[in-house]
């Protein structure tokens, strides 16, 4: 397999910082543990949970590795990337994901949901794990239809588990008054913060050793640069560090050394 000349010219096996990563691989850090700990009970509660942090922190992250973790023989996984598709959108989702065709009525579209959530705990032994990617951009009628659907036997259990991931923002519509009663379901709630200097030297190392570099490729003042213009959030700090590898590839350096990193900054922010 072809690779880029700068990821032949430091000797790596594969390029580092990338998306394509497998779960057992991902760096997961304290906060990363903790939100896959509220995770994993949520989804043996059959419990709601609300999991925000900023654009590029890493929440993706903490899903792929709870998910990585439960056995799919026990569990079944509906992970929603973009819920802007309404009310019926949502119920579609589940109907499909669940082996079934979607009737067209919507009211019987929404028996049809619950049945399905229902056999999949009843006959199939499963456990039904929701999972909504960019949550803040639920409507409040799709937030309203979670709390309906987490209705089963008067109230007394949820037919699945619900994770809704999103921005900050989240958390403050779930608070307003009127999602009050979908609010009070939520069983755990869990931010995730940027990186620190140290967690972000850390990431970086772990990254390159998966890319066959285990000696250390960034001097201690590009890390600081790296961290201080990524606001130690780590798809930036992704973008960062590659480009100050290709900046000190170019320049024939063994090392990336502060000035690639204030280069590679200089075009990352660049208007």
């Known amino acids: 397999m072809s690779r880029a000349p ?12 990338g998306k394509s ?14 939100a896959v700990a509220r995770i994993s009970f949520c989804v043996v509660e059959s419990a709601l949970g609300v999991v925000t942090g900023d654009v ?21 996984v509906i992970y929603i990337a973009n819920p802007a598709f309404g009310t019926r959108g949502l ?9 079934a065709e979607p009737r067209y009525l919507k009211a019987e579209l929404m028996a049809q949901a619950a049945d399905l959530l229902a056999a999949e705990a009843a006959e199939r032994h499963r456990r039904v794990v929701l ?3 960019e949550a803040h951009l639920l409507e409040p009628a799709q937030l309203e239809e979670l709390r309906l659907l987490t209705n089963s036997e008067m109230d007394s259990s949820s037919p699945f588990a619900g994770i809704l991931v999103g921005q900050p923002t989240l958390n403050r519509q779930l608070r307003m008054g009127l999602f009050a009663a979908l609010d009070q379901r939520i069983a755990t709630r869990f931010s995730i913060k940027a990186m620190d200097l140290g967690e972000s030297a850390a990431y970086l190392r772990h990254h390159l050793a ?7 490729l960034f001097a201690d003042d590009a890390v600081a640069r790296i961290h201080r213009v990524s606001n130690g959030l780590p798809r930036a700090l992704n973008n960062a560090a590659t480009a100050a590898l290709i900046a000190a590839a170019a320049e024939n350096k063994d090392l990336v050394d502060d000035a690639c990193a204030k280069k590679a900054v200089a075009e990352l922010t660049r208007d």
């Open 91 to 99: 119920y579609v989702t589940i109907v499909r994901s669940l082996g």
């Open 131 to 133: 999972i909504v990617d």
């Open 56 to 76: 590029g922190a890493g929440k993706t992250v903490s899903v792929r590795a709870a998910v990585s973790a439960l056995d799919p023989t026990r569990h079944q």
């Open 21 to 34: 990563i497998a779960a057992k691989d991902l760096y997961l850090r304290q906060a990363h543990q903790e």
């Open 6 to 17: 700068w990821v032949t010219h430091f000797g790596l096996t594969r390029t580092p910082f």
């Open 210 to 216: 998966l890319a066959g570099r285990e000696e250390p």
